[in-house]
T-cell receptor
Framework: NAGVTQTPKFQVLKTGQSMTLQCAQD?????MYWYRQDPGMGLRLIYY???????DKGEVPNGYNVSRLNKREFSLRLESAAPSQTSVYFC?????????????FGPGTRLTVL | AQSVTQLGSHVSVSEGALVLLRCNYS??????LFWYVQYPNQGLQLLLK??????LVKGINGFEAEFKKSETSFHLTKPSAHMSDAAEYFC?????????????FGPGTSLSVIP
């Protein structure tokens, strides 16, 4: 049972380049989330998906797009990277419909935009 | 809207001393509250959660937290700090209404344990 996996673990981009962060979970969870973590700011929600086929904006969606490819996979795309997007990105999943709101996190992707 | 504040962005304790990390919340509905821990270069993992049952909640690694409605607090404690407790700790509250399926995180408290 791998839980939540993310690829890549590290990435360096130049301003204007694009990339996709991949996330997959094997816990059969309905909900999936993308966060960014910056020093002193905790985790901020970028996008989330309550179920397969649905996505919604979170607190800081500008500059990002997402795709809920199927129940397992939820990807985050940066179309034109900016230095302000330098951050650590975490994917998470949960099964809140059962009343359990615990979120399970992946190991993170450290992204640097030069 | 739900929100969380954590007093002290950094806390240092001696090994064997009491750990106290403070969390206050704001919620328009009965809250679900969480403490997560993040070890260096890892993702977050759940320490404990309060879901309107017992007000004193026990978690993993000897941590516990007490829900106090009158103080809107959910402070995290551990009687005796261990070196392995050095990590970042996040308090969080479940969203409400259209944000029911989301969790709002506090800014985090970094715990250092001095030998």
């Amino acid at each position: 049972n791998a839980g939540v996996t993310q690829t890549p673990k590290f990435q360096v981009l130049k301003t204007g380049q694009s990339m996709t962060l991949q996330c997959a979970q094997d816990m059969n969870h309905n909900s999936m989330y993308w966060y960014r973590q910056d020093p002193g700011m905790g985790l901020r929600l970028i996008y989330y998906s309550a179920s397969e086929g649905t996505t919604d904006k979170g607190e800081v969606p500008n500059g990002y797009n997402v795709s809920r490819l199927n129940k397992r996979e939820f990807s985050l795309r940066l179309e034109s990277a900016a230095p302000s997007q330098t951050s650590v990105y975490f994917c998470a999943s949960s099964q809140y419909r059962t009343g359990n709101h615990e979120q399970f996190f992946g190991p993170g992707t450290r992204l640097t935009v030069l | 809207a739900q929100s969380v504040t954590q007093l002290g962005s950094h806390v240092s304790v001696s090994e064997g001393a009491l750990v106290l990390l403070r969390c206050n919340y704001s919620s328009s509905v009965p809250p679900y509250l969480f403490w997560y821990v993040q070890y260096p270069n890892q993702g977050l993992q759940l320490l404990l959660k309060y879901t309107s049952a017992a007000t004193l909640v026990k978690g993993i690694n000897g941590f516990e937290a007490e829900f106090k409605k009158s103080e809107t607090s959910f402070h995290l404690t551990k009687p005796s700090a261990h070196m392995s407790d050095a990590a970042e700790y996040f308090c969080a509250v479940r969203g409400s209404g259209t944000s029911y399926d989301k969790v709002i995180f506090g800014p985090g408290t970094s715990l250092s344990v001095i030998p």
